[in-house]
């Protein structure tokens, strides 16, 4: 199983700041890697796909970098409505989630 | 308008058996494959399985194989996942989602099951 692993596990950042997530993986998955954001009480949001394609709708202050086993998440300058838990999945073997990184409100 | 609409909470006992449904709409439901994701609580995501309604093919994680069964029927537009005797370690929020390009842009509003005596 490819075992995704998030850092930070927790961002405290304030509106305006430009937040940097990173995901790495245990093996190889090529540009196999999605980003979605979670906020309480809803339902995931697919936010990048194939580590650099943003998904329709969602903002460009949205980006997404990488290959192989080191993906990064960007958001260039935070909203309000960008704190939330964001995960990293991989679909190269079958389908995993890495931990989250929840960016907080400093 | 692509809609996924999942079927109520559910509170269960421990041995009970449960299956929660996803009905899609919008879109031609047999086309598609739908995925099945675990939220334990105050917990991250974790991938169960998926099915491609069209022939019923199913795969799952290798942690989810023999605890749940992944199931659909496509007359009716609806996925189901079901347990046949819950334990007090499936209390859950569970999401469905819809497959399109190898990505999953399209999720249920969750379900959440609690097991508890």
Known sequence: ?????????????????????????????????????????????????????RATGIPARFSGSGSGTDFTLTISSLEPEDFAVYYCQQRSNWLTFGGGTKVEIK | EVQLVQSGAEVKQPGESLKISCKGSGYSFTNYWIGWVRQMPGKGLEWMGIIYPSDSETRYSPSFQGQVTISADKSISTAYLQWSGLKASDTAIYYCARRSNNNYFYWGQGTLVTVSS
């Open chain 1, 1 to 53: 199983e490819i075992v995704l692993t998030q850092s930070p596990d927790t961002l405290s950042l304030s509106p305006g700041e430009r937040a940097t997530l990173s995901c790495r993986a245990s093996q190889s998955i090529s540009s196999f890697l999605a980003w979605y954001q979670q906020k309480p009480g809803q339902a995931p949001r697919l936010l990048i796909y194939d580590a650099s394609n």
